[in-house]
Structures are given as C-alpha cells and as structure tokens.
T-cell receptor, first 109, second 116 residues
Framework: SQQGEEDPQALSIQEGENATMNCSYKTSINNLQWYRQNSGRGLVHLILIRSNEREKHSGRLRVTLDTSKKSSSLLITASRAADTASYFCATHTGNQFYFGTGTSLTVIP | GAVVSQHPSWVICKSGTSVKIECRSLDFQATTMFWYRQFPKQSLMLMATSNEGSKATYEQGVEKDKFLINHASLTLSTLTVTSAHPEDSSFYIC????????????FGPGTRLTVT
C-alpha cells in the first residue's frame, strides 16, 4: 500500500500546549500536504510543503519535511479547543495522492 | 478560493440499487478528479483517479464495474455505486485539481452513503 503512516494515532493535550504529529511515507514525492477533518465533515487544507523545502510556517502551524527519512511533522503551537480534529498528511507523487492513517487530536479546555 | 461541491450530501438506498454521487468544481476547471472512501475513524482511501475525457484509473482492489466513474467535463465527475451492498456504506469524498503546476487539491464536503 502507498498509504503513509502517522503517529501518534491519538493525542490528547491541554489547551495552550503544543501538539506534534508525525508522518512517514514510502516513495519519493512532489510535495506533502496536511489536512484537517472535523468529525464526519470534509477536509480542510492546512499547508503544502514541496519536496525541496525543509520547513514551512503558517500561523500557529509549523511543518517540517525530511525527504531522506521520508518523514514530515506538523506542529500546532498554543493549541485551542477548536483544534480538536483528525489531522492527515497526504503525499503527492505524479498524479497520485495518498493519505496517511491520521492522528486524532483532542485539546482539552 | 476554489470550491468543490458534492451532491447529495447524504443518501440512503436499498441493497441492490444503484446510487450516483456528483462532484463539481464550481469556479475552476478540474483536469483531474479523485474519489476517496472513508470508513469510520479511518483514513481516506483513494479509489480512483479520473482525467477529463478519459477512463478512470482504479486503485488495486477497487472494482471498476461496481464503482463507475465518469468525468465527462472539466467541472463534473460522477461516481455510481452499482448494486449497492451494506458494506458499501461509507463516506465518499471527491477532490479536484486544476492543471499546470498547481498541485493543490480541493476537496468536496463528502457524501454519506448508507445502504440498508
């Protein structure tokens, strides 16, 4: 399977803490993207990082990419209860687009 | 920003019937559309990739005769689940991508299918 893997599968933190999620993938990629999904809803695109980039920031989000290790991480700083959701990485290779297994984040107010 | 819609947002059908789900790109031309299936508390699994005007490419294990995909125009793709079974009950999500170097995909809100 081309599907990437994320860890942890579930993460529970207190509001204000930082949350870090990791994604590992198997093949070379054009880019890697992170998405958020609230329960039973569609996906919201968070950030895209290209294969020649190592780090990218967007607001409270920080994404890193290590192509030598085929891994990426998503850091959410100063978490809020509204950040509670599932987070998925997705790798783009050619015309293929595969999602990771996801991390379920719960931020406790 | 780019908007992708899906219709219906939810549908209940009886076993053995067929159901069609539409995916539309509202403000851009989608050269490629993707169909995903998501079971509860699981990730999205790519079912097939379709390019406008050509046959869809199905992922391994996805029955092309059961999940019919048509991408007849640059703004519309349809997924028809034929002879539906209860195990086809799932959340189906489409995404659309424009041409050129814009790799970003835009996702529809999903369609909840329940087969009774």
């Amino acid at each position: 399977s081309q599907q990437g893997e994320e860890d942890p599968q579930a993460l529970s933190i207190q509001e204000g803490e930082n949350a870090t999620m990791n994604c590992s993938y198997k093949t070379s990629i054009n880019n890697l993207q992170w998405y958020r999904q609230n329960s039973g809803r569609g996906l919201v695109h968070l950030i895209l990082i290209r294969s020649n980039e190592r780090e990218k920031h967007s607001g409270r989000l920080r994404v890193t990419l290590d192509t030598s290790k085929k891994s990426s991480s998503l850091l959410i700083t100063a978490s809020r209860a509204a950040d509670t959701a599932s987070y998925f990485c997705a790798t783009h290779t050619g015309n293929q687009f595969y999602f990771g297994t996801g991390t379920s984040l719960t931020v406790i107010p | 920003g780019a908007v992708v819609s899906q219709h219906p947002s939810w549908v209940i059908c009886k076993s053995g019937t067929s159901v069609k789900i539409e995916c539309r790109s509202l403000d851009f031309q989608a050269t490629t559309m993707f169909w995903y299936r998501q079971f509860p508390k699981q990730s999205l699994m790519l079912m097939a990739t379709s390019n406008e005007g050509s046959k869809a490419t199905y992922e391994q294990g996805v029955e092309k005769d059961k999940f019919l995909i048509n991408h007849a125009s640059l703004t519309l793709s349809t997924l028809t689940v034929t002879s539906a079974h209860p195990e086809d009950s799932s959340f189906y999500i489409c995404s659309a991508r424009g041409g050129g170097l814009n790799y970003e995909q835009y996702f529809g809100p999903g369609t909840r299918l329940t087969v009774t």
